[in-house]
Antibody
Framework: QVQLQESGPGLVKPSETLSLNCTVS????????WSWIRQPPGKGLEWIGY???????NSNPSLKSRVTISVDTSKNQISLRLNSVTAADTAVYYC?????????WGKGTTVTVSS | AIQLTQSPSSLSASVGDRVTITCRASQGISSGLAWYQQKPGKSPNLLIYDASSLESGVPSRFSGSGSGTDFTLTISSLQPEDFATYYCQQFNSFPATFGGGTKVEIK
């Protein structure tokens, strides 16, 4: 079955750029939408944005100016970049399959923003 | 963005109890609502989509209902593995948003 695995630095300095990858295994990235969602410690879920395998993308207006989502179909991978991070961006970051509701999730990766 | 208000924020229940969680949207979202279960340290797991459709592999004791602004998730007979936090999500209006969560604890 399809599995998602997030990867990237666990610690990012304030004002720098957070960069994460999500590798899709057990299935093709094609013909699906893929989303990024995050969860600050002890808090609820926040939808960050999505990308279609063709490259069409959109992101939450609350983050839009700082978010870049991309896809590499040759690697079966999607990526998230969030620039100018602050402590408020500390969270578990999940990639998931879907645009309306998400039926397959990665295990998540914890990113801490601290100097 | 549409706000989703879940109630209660937490509840205590016993194995075998019938449990109902509500989710109210700040404006109408038709049937564009999903429910997730999340256990500590784990990623969310989709239970219900389109307000009342049961995701494949999810036990039939879970059910969802509602449309417009008011929705419910019902667990007909609470099992030990159901103690978790439950979130609703609306996807009818951009951007998708989540409710604040309902933590179901053992009584």
């Amino acid at each position: 079955q399809v599995q998602l695995q997030e990867s990237g630095p666990g610690l990012v300095k304030p004002s720098e750029t957070l960069s994460l990858n999500c590798t899709v295994s057990g299935g093709s990235i094609s013909s699906y939408y893929w989303s990024w969602i995050r969860q600050p410690p002890g808090k609820g879920l926040e939808w960050i944005g999505y990308i279609y395998y063709s490259g069409s993308t959109n992101s939450n207006p609350s983050l839009k100016s700082r978010v870049t989502i991309s896809v590499d179909t040759s690697k079966n991978q999607i990526s998230l970049r969030l620039n100018s991070v602050t402590a408020a961006d500390t969270a578990v970051y999940y990639c998931a399959r879907g645009i309306h509701y998400e039926d397959v999730w990665g295990k998540g990766t914890t990113v801490t923003v601290s100097s | 963005a549409i706000q989703l208000t879940q109630s209660p924020s937490s509840l205590s229940a016993s194995v075998g109890d019938r449990v109902t969680i509500t989710c109210r949207a700040s404006q109408g979202i038709s049937s564009g609502l999903a429910w997730y279960q999340q256990k500590p340290g784990k990623s969310p797991n989709l239970l219900i989509y389109d307000a009342s459709s049961l995701e494949s592999g999810v036990p039939s004791r879970f059910s969802g209902s509602g449309s417009g602004t008011d929705f419910t998730l019902t667990i007909s007979s609470l099992q030990p593995e159901d103690f978790a936090t439950y979130y609703c999500q609306q996807f009818n209006s951009f951007p998708a948003t989540f409710g604040g969560g309902t933590k179901v604890e053992i009584k």
